[in-house]
């Protein structure tokens, strides 16, 4: 036994030194969240238009369209309560900053309500951990102050394939933080991926996640409203597959949620473009990613929806 | 909590510890109790609604155990006969409500409905229970070695719950028999430095095949099987090429991974793979490919036909080994593509019982360049292609798709999107790898077992190679993938 301990002991060691020098490593590679952190550091007193929000924002807006001093700081998983405490960091102090946009999710919004779906759960927690990894590490969000969160126990981040990556694939994202997804990658079956989870819209809502849900959303409203800042609210198009799948019961008290907040606070807005016409096959990366020629259009929209009233 | 997951790795430590504390190690009933727990724990992880039913079916084959034995010591061989018939009838019982019984009545329906009988029933909406057909065979083969007096039964309900729920084994074997097994749990185990050691590089081992060979080239092949109808035919044969490694890497590394475990707390654990793909016909293919199950359906299946079948000569061994096969087709579920793959196996094995083949088994040569001799490699890639044939059947979702699939891969054409970007082929060379070890390493159990190479004598240049292959792992580690045969 004491020679089985020794070994292993022994061998850990050099496995923690090895894992230690790959996680120090990795603090000089670049990758999307350094960069947009960055970027809001050296830019945020310029910022007019500030984005939040996960994929179906980061993939779907290109600041560029949407007019002068935008730029998209959503990041691909990203949960809300990450959003929540990026708005609370930066809000306060961007003296341009007119509008300030952030999804309101159908897929993500009642997940209590959700079938119960062992792949989603497992989903779930592995981005909890790559975010709170990520946003700790290269955003300056603390949500564990006293624990660190190493990448390497991180799977989906790939982290080891960054030493070989070249700059430009590492950082994913433009200038402005948008992430262009080329249509010649769309899978075969592309229309049933990223379809919502079955909502059971029978089942009563859990009042502890409501509030939670709603003290986050409130937080960021609380920030915007003290700053003069419009928060606007905004579902971006999705394709029919994805739409047949959208509850209206779910739908309704989503919009009761919205309007809930919007009579405590009149900054915010709430554009919904889940059914959207004009956005064909051609402009979906899945069912409900635009990839480059729909996120131009749905650029171009949200443009009209902003820019009239900077 | 998988094998491969840092839950287990924390679940494994306790375990560890408990089972080698001083107060439980010279005890075997002690280890026996520990481990038991451990192992209902682990289940009931997995899925805490059927601890119930593996509770139950153990108490239930322990007792009828007791009944048989006590009849053959009275010498009521007809009344052990029938208690044997019960132990098997309630085991396929089991097997039959919770894998096959939607699937059986489905057909049913669609049989009568297509001579014009309309019938309507609901299916039951019954729940698989994770690992039901390797534990079920284990309480099968218990009673029926009681029978064959190979073992006596177990007196203590606490060691033979521990056998069947063995926690390294429970969810996808490999079937562990009470002869083999049974001995060992009524031994103290102490820790066994060489025999631990040897489960700890097995374990890396195993999560090297999974996490980076399997787990990567199934992003391929589900690509293949999800779009087959508009993917070009190089892809989807390059799919079907790919698909047994990744079968393979995939089970076989599992199966290392719970026999390692089952090495560090000193136990043997069946071995379930031995090189497939060096394989020169089929029949040697089925001993070497999940050779648990082989060998259970061969005991029990396979040899009693075989004998009731001798009057017919040649054909008595071709229906019991096309029967054998069918049989281990439908083990895998309830799905009329594992009873066709099982019917292609049994066809292949006429002209090799024909020809009286089917028993010969040379070992395995290298020539004077340590390279398999070209007769016996032209005979391993006749035999791979031919198992690359069947498995694009087992993969299939039905019939429909099976024979959709082969149809476009003859007929797709050779212009179309790629599957393969320049990742999937470090992994197809990860593959190969894995057959090219396979070879070099052919005589030993696993493919960590070093000790032959002269310059890994030294600890610390062992230790380097294992922190590569973890940094490996890490590096290449795919989206994580059910273990496919936590299915069946």
């Known amino acids: 036994m004491k020679q089985f301990l020794t070994t292993i002991a022994k061998f850990g060691v050099l496995l923690l030194i090895m894992c230690a020098i790959i996680e120090v490593a990795l603090l000089f590679r670049p990758n999307i ?100 990894c990520m946003h700790m590490k290269y955003m300056g969000v603390r949500v564990d102050p006293l624990w660190y969160w190493p990448e390497i126990l991180n799977s989906k981040l790939n982290f080891m394939q960054r030493f070989w990556n070249g700059r430009e694939t590492l950082q994913e994202c433009d200038s402005l933080g948008y992430v262009k997804l080329d249509i010649q990658k769309r899978p075969a079956d592309w229309d049933m991926r990223a379809i919502p989870a079955l909502i059971d819209s029978t089942k009563v809502i859990d009042q502890e996640q409501y509030d939670k849900a709603f003290n986050q959303f409130e937080r960021v409203a609380k920030v915007t409203y003290e700053k003069g800042v419009r928060l606007v609210l905004v579902a971006p198009p999705v394709y029919k597959t994805y739409q047949q799948y959208i509850n209206p019961v779910v739908l309704n008290d989503i919009h009761m949620f919205v309007a809930k907040l919007q009579a405590k606070y009149p900054n915010v807005e709430y554009h919904e473009s889940l059914f959207a016409e004009g956005f064909e096959a051609c402009d979906f990366q899945d069912a409900s990613h635009l990839n480059d020629a729909g996120a131009e259009k749905y650029s171009r929209m949200l443009a009209d929806i902003i820019y009239p009233h900077l | 909590m998988v094998v491969n997951s840092f839950s287990f790795l924390l679940f494994f430590i306790v375990v560890f510890i408990g089972y080698y ?198 992003v391929i092949t589900n690509q293949a099987w999800g779009g087959y109808d508009t993917l070009p035919s190089t892809m989807l044969v390059a799919a079907a090429l790919l698909y047994p490694i990744q079968l393979y890497a995939d089970f076989d590394g599992y199966s290392n991974m719970a026999i390692g475990v089952g090495k560090i707390l000193g136990f043997q654990v069946t071995r379930n793979f031995n090189r497939p793909f060096l394989a020169r016909n089929m029949a040697e293919f089925w001993r070497r490919w999940h050779i648990s199950l082989t060998g259970w359906i061969t005991d029990y299946v396979y040899m009693p036909l075989n004998i009731a079948f001798r009057n017919i000569g040649q054909w008595g061994i071709i229906l019991a080994a096309i029967i054998n096969l069918i049989l281990i087709g439908l083990w895998h579920g309830a799905n009329w593509t594992f009873g066709l793959f099982g019917l292609y196996h049994g066809l292949l094995f006429i002209p090799l019982v024909l020809s009286g083949t089917i028993g010969k088994n040379k070992k395995l040569k290298a020539n004077d360049h340590g390279l398999p001799f070209l007769k016996d490699f032209r005979k391993m890639v006749a035999t791979y292609l031919l198992v690359c044939l069947g498995l694009v059947v087992f993969r299939a979702d039905n019939i429909g798709q099976a024979f959709g699939f082969l149809w476009a891969m003859v007929t797709n054409g050779v212009d179309g999107a790629s599957i393969i970007d320049r990742y999937g082929i470090l992994y197809i060379l990860f593959g190969l790898l894995l057959l090219t070890i396979d070879w070099i390493q052919r005589q030993k159990e696993h493919a960590l077992q070093l000790e032959t190479f002269p310059m890994l004598r030294n600890q610390y240049l062992r230790f380097g190679l294992y922190l590569f292959i973890i940094l490996m792992i890490i590096t290449f580690t795919g989206k994580s993938q059910a273990f496919i045969y936590f299915q069946f």
């Open chain 2, 21 to 218: 504390l001083p107060v439980c190690k010279n005890h075997p009933r002690y280890q026996n109790i520990w481990l038991l727990l451990a192992s209902y724990f682990f289940y009931a992880y997995a899925d805490l609604r059927m601890i119930p039913l593996l509770l139950g079916s153990t108490v239930v084959f322990w007792l009828l155990g007791l009944w048989l034995h006590r009849e053959m010591e009275k010498g009521h061989m007809e009344k052990a006969s029938r208690i044997t018939t019960l132990a098997v009838v309630l085991g396929i019982g089991v097997l039959l409500y919770f894998k096959y019984l939607n699937f059986f009545a489905e057909s049913f329906a669609s049989l009568l409905q297509s001579v014009g009988f309309h019938v309507s029933w609901s299916t039951l909406h019954i729940i698989l229970p994770i690992g039901v057909s390797f534990f079920t065979f284990k309480l099968i083969s218990y009673v029926i070695e009681i029978h064959r007096e190979h073992i006596t039964p177990s007196r203590d309900l606490t060691e033979f719950a521990a056998y069947i729920a063995f926690f390294p084994t429970i969810l996808s074997g490999p079937i562990d028999r009470p002869n083999k097994f049974l001995p060992q749990m009524q031994s103290v185990h102490t820790l066994d430095y060489r025999l631990a050691a040897d489960g700890c590089r097995q374990i890396l081992w195993g999560m090297f095949t999974k996490m980076c060979i399997a787990d990567n080239l199934a």
């Open chain 1, 33 to 132: 969240y350094a960069y947009k952190s960055q970027y809001m550091e050296e830019h945020y007193k310029e910022i007019k238009v500030l984005l939040l929000g996960s994929s179906h924002i980061e993939e779907a807006v290109k600041p560029q369209l949407v007019g002068e001093g935008t730029f998209n700081l959503a990041i691909s998983a990203r949960l809300r309560r990450f959003d929540v405490a990026l708005a609370e960091m930066y809000v306060p102090k961007m003296d341009s900053l007119k509008a300030l946009v952030m999804p309101v999710d159908y897929t993500n919004f009642f997940f209590e309500r959700q079938y119960e779906n062992p792949n989603t759960k497992s989903v779930a927690e592995d981005l909890s951990g790559t975010c709170r």
